[in-house]
């Protein structure tokens, strides 16, 4: 069993800052996808960025709502996932989760709200 364990969420002004930060324990495959999606009111979970490990690691991939805004990194030591967000909008506004997948099973954490005034 994998536990995820995100923070870094917050309320923000637009062009603000932010990082969230995701912690997976437990039992991890070296072989595996860690990365970022997000859910607003009344619309799907959707892809933000996420970042491949193992021997083509470090792979990201973005939504194009993000790219050139978002950066996504990894701490393999750790086993950590991070999500650096620059010029935040307000429809970023989201509950962001963390999601960690392997051939074997796909885990989420339970959610950190990111709220964008404008």
């Known amino acids: 069993q994998v536990q995820l364990v995100e923070s870094g969420g917050g309320l923000v002004q637009a062009g603000g800052s932010l990082r969230l930060s995701c912690a997976a324990s437990g039992n991890i495959f070296s072989i595996n996808t860690m990365g970022w999606y997000r859910q607003a009111p009344g619309l799907q979970r959707e892809l933000v960025a996420v970042?491949?490990?193992?021997?083509?690691?470090?792979?990201?991939n973005y939504a194009d709502s993000v790219k050139g805004r978002f950066t996504i990194s990894r701490d393999n030591a750790r086993n950590t996932v991070y999500l650096d967000m620059n010029s935040l909008k307000p429809e970023d506004t989201a509950v962001y989760y963390c999601?960690?997948?392997?051939?074997?099973?796909?885990?989420w954490g339970q959610g950190t709200q990111v709220t964008v005034s404008s």
């Open positions: 970042i491949t490990r193992g021997a083509r690691g470090g792979l990201t």
């Open positions: 999601n960690l997948r392997t051939p074997v099973y796909n885990s």
